[in-house]
């Protein structure tokens, strides 16, 4: 590789020549190959893995005669590529140089000619040999030359650090890649490598040992792996959790078995993703993966859509015309929206969408508009009657003019703000449904037989014509007074502090949430708190278009859903009439169109009959995919992971805030069973509807916080009768009894007696319990790992159980289906391949099959003929099929083995009658695989084939072996013990 001339004082320290001329010297580092018999090689070796030095151990000089000074044109990791370029030099350079007289002519032509071919090499080539974009392409050929990584297998970035192993610290180089952790060191001679598959990491940590206070702690099920000298432990920390996070996703999406029973082809949001990814070239990865970041912790701030993509931020100050102070802060700007955010988190948030904005102007200074002008100040009009102040703007012109161009183009109608195109979820799809118009549910045909009955949608919520309370059940005077106050407080906030998106959102706003919404303001304020009315903006209509376009197709979801559209809130009179039941039947359906990587999952129903309540349909339909897919993540999917995180997040804030309860609820086993049936429908199916709508109001505004700090609160309550429990269901009841008895200041209650008013509930969670949104996400992020590596290991015991008869134990069966599926993982997420009718990669297909098969076998030249003989209709091996196929191979006996090497012989070969072995066919097809039936000698191997045959022949059938499976190269000392000494010949060299 032609690199720029660069100067070189000492040619022949730690260097070796290999060639040389009047002009050029072709040069080796001294000791490069060369490591395990020479200890000057040991010396250059440790100091290249211990300094952060990583020279090619190839390169060309130039050096004129009569000069000690050389210049370095070209340098090289393979012996092939350096002579090439030295022949190259010798065939075009060398007679040439011969005509000039000067020792400066000669270097001023030769720089030229490295410089023209320089710059005829592709865009992203350097010669720069210290650039950045260089040193990751060397370290992205080190990294797949040490550890034989495929092609595919991209490098995000790398590292030095020291390795702790064994109380000796190794110093060397971290290797972050898309699916793996690799760590390389070359200690006098001694080479330590660790590749670690993201999949199998249960634990990232921060660690302090000695004198060593940045280190990183990777922990997988069986060990522990620490690495300190860390120069960015923040940045590793970071880019490790992200990956982790990533492989976890991808792990479930192959292991979920709802992904093989889907009935509409789409993409999730991680596939998008990685198929963004696979078109950036390496050295852009860790970019776009900060980039990710970014845009998820801004989007889950201001809960905003996934497809709001930050475009820039920066510090400056907003003057609160309330407070009567500038308020400083962060100040971002994305596609769609300027927002803001306080340094200190009660002082001020806002969001103001650029659709909003009528003006954007500077402020001269010693304006009138503020009391309080700072330098670099900007006045914003929006058409919501709000004015905005901003002041410390660097570069307040290009500001400015950004902002103004950006309303502009929208107003022209450049940018198209929340369009079905740009929806995240919605461009799953591909609106291709599994069954016809003809498999339709019952209330379908019955909307195709009456076309106008279909899009009569409820314009209005149902409490305007059911009201909200429960069947039996009267709201008292003072109630109804209390209503009429809490709706008077928040017509004057909005009057002062604004309305709609762009308001001020302070700490009043958390005042009023707590004391209660009013009936008629509830759908406004949850639009607004939840983002949803952001989501909504820009797509009138879409509702209605995706009950229009999918009206005459039927789902798996729509079965589920019709099953429980009567057990949503059985005891309220809007569910007990068909104008409740039919519109909640469209919302939910709607969704499962809209995001058919949830499709439906059960208290979805229970959720969405709340919303509908106090929203209109369309509301309501968007309010459910605020909560489904921002405010309470991966709930509602099959396995309810997300459900199950939270879970694990409450164990450990209990553990921190509660910590004798902790225990003594730890020892009556029912930790584990306490939040999931409170989280996941938001507390509605367990407390009075009233008081839990009150915890709804929390929540969109709070976010899933609430629901942890309300849980704490319960418990707190109940601490004294807890502690005295000697049982389970005792704890169990005491819990039950008091939710049902919380109260509403303006609802009744189910109980004559109430325990305890929701509002002071609340109030103690968030004054007792601090816990804020970083801390969720940060102990959902560590949790995540383990609910995972648990829900897998459930699958594999699962799949060990379906296997039946296999010449393999039990923990063999399972070691064999960690392989398998992490074999299945690699070949679909490299490949980017989908099994059609399948869904997701859960089981093998032909490339998989070949791949695995090959490489964990010797039988690999026979594969296609295997996969044809296990393969099933639609081209797919299962787990089973394939353990019982390594069966005979690694443990069958002779008489078996050869049994089915015939049956692979009868697929490749033109057919025979059936009694008929055509020997010369049989035996080139056996000939490649005469290496399995060692240890016979010739003449024996002659005469159990003669003798063999014929039994083979007759014990071959139609019928294939029911199973095949894929293990792993750790496994190979596993499976080729042969089952019985009685028979040498059964071993196999797998």
Known sequence: MWTKPTEILLAHTLWQTLRSNQYFIM?????????????????????????????????????????????????????????????????????????FDSPADIRSFVFAKIESLIAAKPADFTADPDSPLAKFQAAMQAFHRAFEMPAEEKLVNFYSCSYWSGGVPKQGWMYISVNHLCFAALIMGRETKLVLPWTDVVALDTRTKMLLADGISVRTKYNEYQFYLLLNREEMLRLMQQLTTRAMRRLLEITDDSFSQSDVEYLTKLEREDARAAELPPWKLKDYLDTLWDN?????????????????????????????????????????????SSSDPDACILIVPYREIQTVEMMASG????????????????????????????????????????????????????????????????????????????????????????????????????????????????????????????????????????MFRTQRDRELVVRGIPDSLRCRVWMLHSGAQNDKAGRDGYYQQLLREHRARSSGAMEEIER????????????????????????????????????????????????????????????????????????????????????????????????????????????????????????????????????????????????????????????????????????????????????????????????????????????????????????????????????????????????????????????????????????????????EGRGRRVWLDHTQFAALFSRLTSWGCVSEQVYQLLADSQGCVSFSGFCNLLGVISKGNLNARLAFVLKIHSLSVEAVAQDEVNHEQLAATWASLEELFVPLNQAEYQQSVSEAAQRASAMATTSAPDSVFVPDADLKATVTAPNSTAEPAAAATT
């Open 564 to 835: 429980d559209l009567h057990r949503s809130l059985p005891e309220h009179p809007a569910f007990q009439s068909e104008v409740g039941i039919k519109a909640l039947r469209r919302v939910l359906t709607a969704y499962s169109w809209r995001n058919p990587e949830i499709g439906y999952c059960q208290a979805m129903n229970i959720v969405a009959s709340v919303l509908l309540i106090y929203c209109n349909e369309e509301n309501a339909f968007w309010l459910l995919c605020a909560i489904c897919e921002r405010l309470l993540p991966d709930y509602y999917n099959k396995k309810v992971v997300g459900a199950l995180i939270d879970q694990g997040v409450f164990e450990r804030l209990i553990e921190r805030h509660l910590p004798p309860l902790f225990a003594h609820l730890t020892q009556l086993g029912i930790l584990g069973m306490i939040s999931l049936p409170w989280f996941i429908t938001c507390y509605i199916s367990t407390m009075s509807f009233q008081s839990a709508v009150h915890i709804l109001d929390c929540f969109f505004y709070e976010g899933p916080t609430i629901l942890f700090q309300f849980g704490l609160s319960v418990l707190a309550f109940t601490r004294r009768e807890l502690l005295a429990a000697d049982d389970d269901c005792t704890a169990m009841n005491i819990m039950n009894n008091f939710l049902l008895g919380v109260s509403a200041k303006d609802a009744a209650t189910t109980k004559s007696a109430p325990t305890q008013e929701v509002t002071a509930l609340l109030q103690y969670g968030l004054k007792n319990f601090n816990i804020s949104n970083e801390e969720i996400i940060n102990l959902r992020r560590v949790v995540r790992l383990h609910v995972v590596h648990t829900l897998q290991d459930n699958v594999s015991r699962s799949a060990v159980r379906s296997v039946e008869d296999s010449v393999f134990s039990k923990e063999e069966l399972a070691m064999l289906h960690r392989v398998y599926n992490d074999g299945c993982m690699k070949v679909a997420f490299w490949g980017g391949q989908r099994v």
């Open 27 to 99: 040069q080796e580092r001294r000791g490069h190959g060369d490591s395990a018999k020479s200890f000057f090689a040991k010396v250059v070796g440790t100091l290249d893995s211990v300094l952060d030095s990583r020279s090619p151990p190839y390169r060309i000089l130039l050096q004129t005669p009569q000069s000690e000074v050389s210049y370095q044109i070209a340098r090289g990791y393979a012996r092939e590529e350096i002579e090439y370029d030295f022949n190259w030099l010798e065939k075009y350079l060398l007679d040439t140089l011969g005509n």
């Open 296 to 340: 998820d912790m801004f989007q889950e701030f201001f809960r905003l859509g996934d497809d709001e993509a930050l475009e820039a931020d920066m510090h400056c100050v907003v003057w609160d015309p309330f407070a009567k102070t500038n308020v400083p802060g962060h100040l971002f700007i994305s596609k769609g929206y300027l927002c803001f």
């Open 367 to 502: 304006s009138k508009r503020s009391p309080s002008v700072l330098p670099g100040g900007v006045y914003i009009t929006t058409n919501t009657q709000n004015a905005l102040m901003l002041g410390q703007i660097e570069q307040t012109d290009d500001f400015v003019a950004l902002l103004n161009k950006k309303v502009s183009d929208l107003k022209a109608g450049k940018v198209v703000q929340n369009t079905e195109e740009a929806s995240s979820v919605s461009t799953t799809a591909t609106a291709t449904a599994a069954s016809s118009a003809s498999s339709a549910t019952d209330h379908t045909a019955e909307a195709e037989a009456n076309p106008a009955a279909k899009q009569e949608l409820s314009a209005l919520p149902l409490y305007k014509r059911f009201g909200t309370t429960v069947a039996n059940t009267t709201l008292g005077p003072d109630a109804l007074r209390d209503a009429e106050l809490k709706e008077h407080m928040w017509e004057l906030h909005f009057s002062k502090y604004g309305h709609g998106v762009s």
